[in-house]
């Protein structure tokens, strides 16, 4: 067993690449309405995870083998780079991870895989680990499977009956800068055709089989700034990805240059940007935002020094502020300051009687410095003064 251990050690490497989610430290939607970090939470063997509204946890991030036949222009584990490569069989990962699980150091699993032998045939081990886990061995935790390039209907059928998510990452938001990133990839028929039939499971079939009878989420990962892609075509799909396949999230990763790879010389992408684009993301998923309404400049980029909440807000709420005690959901909603939460709370409290106090939208959740100079409160602008000390 020291061995495995040792052997998953070296297939967890560099696996914090890959998000998870709402892992601590990478932005949530409430949190799309401040200044929130943007940094992963990691632990030696992955990454700590937050189920929906709970506590973090840790989460044992692994490959079921670092070999891969791909060649993938940013990717640590691409063909013919020359590092320390490993593989476990389904058996040994299964139980692994359980040792793990039972000595208290990993309360889920996020399983991905280089591709060995075909997208098929990678598919059919991960699954078979999945199987292992859930089933022979009877865990009952968090277990998140990759989805390959080139998977089948029934073996994404088969991942989703075992996982409480599933992803496939598209890497790229389109075809032409997916060529730039992995030429040996393609984007209609080996990643988003795979999402689309999730998609299609999720929408056509009863989850009566499923684990805890519901189908799993779906998400997936775009690497930022390493193809020249603009904000505008990765928002243009994350809207795409929302509206039409109802994806739980768009993960975006900005791009690292690794050594020995072709894109060795690339620079590193600016951190900000990728937490500008999970801001604009939220917005479009949670915020009632279409991609045309935000404030994107003529070249397709968003503005790196504000949240595009504020520079939307900056642009068309200063001169109409929103009445507090008057305005619609929809309109409360793009007030930065104010998340989804809060709207649901103020117009329960405005239901029952005029809201008249500062101090009432504050204990109601309202951000008074963001949201301020956006609203009237009976007719009058708030002129808020932040407390100094
Ligand atoms: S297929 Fe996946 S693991 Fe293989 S090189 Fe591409 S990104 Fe890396």
Redesign the pocket.
């Known amino acids: 067993m020291v061995d495995l251990l040792d052997t998953l050690a070296v297939l967890s490497a560099h696996m914090g690449l890959e998000p998870d989610m709402d892992e601590c430290g990478v932005p949530t939607a409430s949190q799309a309405e401040s200044q929130c970090s943007t940094g992963r939470g990691e632990l030696d063997h992955g990454m700590v995870f937050r189920p929906a509204g709970g506590p973090c946890k840790a989460l044992l991030k692994t490959?079921l083998t670092?070999a891969?036949?791909?060649?993938?222009f940013?990717?640590?584990?691409?063909?013919g780079r020359d590092f320390r490569r490993a593989t476990l069989k389904p058996e040994e990962m299964a139980d692994s991870f359980l040792t793990m699980h039972r000595a208290g150091t990993v309360d889920g699993i996020f399983l991905?895989?280089?591709?060995a032998g075909g997208g098929v045939r990678t598919q059919d081990r991960l699954n078979d680990t999945a199987e292992i886990i859930r089933n022979r061995r009877k865990f009952g935790g968090y277990l998140h499977l990759k989805i390959?390039?080139g998977a089948e209907k029934d073996q994404i059928l088969q991942a989703m009956l075992l996982a409480d998510r599933v992803s496939i990452?598209l890497?790229a938001p389109n075809d032409t800068r997916l060529g730039m990133l992995?030429p040996?990839?393609t984007f209609l028929d080996e990643l988003l055709r795979p999402l689309k039939l999730a998609e299609e499971i999720r929408k056509t079939r009863l989850p009566y089989d499923a684990w805890r009878r519901k189908w799993p989420s779906l998400t997936t990962q775009f690497v930022v700034g390493g193809a020249g892609e603009t904000d505008l075509e990765l928002l243009s799909t994350t809207q795409f990805l929302f509206r039409e396949l109802h994806l739980a999230r768009v993960y975006y990763s900005a791009f690292n240059p690794v050594k020995d790879t072709p894109l060795e010389d690339r620079p590193p992408e600016n951190p900000l940007r990728q937490q500008r684009l999970y801001q604009a993301s939220f917005l479009l998923r949670d915020y009632g935002f279409d991609v045309e309404e935000l404030p994107l400049s003529g070249n397709g980029t968003l503005p790196l020094d504000q949240d595009p909440k504020q520079a939307w807000a900056s642009q068309y709420l200063r001169e109409s502020p929103v009445e507090v005690n008057r305005a619609e959901q929809s309109q409360l909603l793009r007030v930065p300051g104010i998340g989804p939460k809060t709207v649901a709370r103020l117009v329960t409290a405005r239901g029952n009687h005029r809201i008249t106090a500062l101090e009432e939208l504050r204990g109601l959740g309202v951000n008074l410095h963001r949201a301020g100079p956006y609203l009237l409160l009976d007719g009058q602008q708030i002129s808020y003064q932040p407390t100094l000390w």
């Open positions: 490959l670092s891969c036949e791909r060649d993938c940013y990717c640590p584990f691409r063909a991905s895989s280089g591709v390959m390039p990452n890497e992995a040996h990839k």
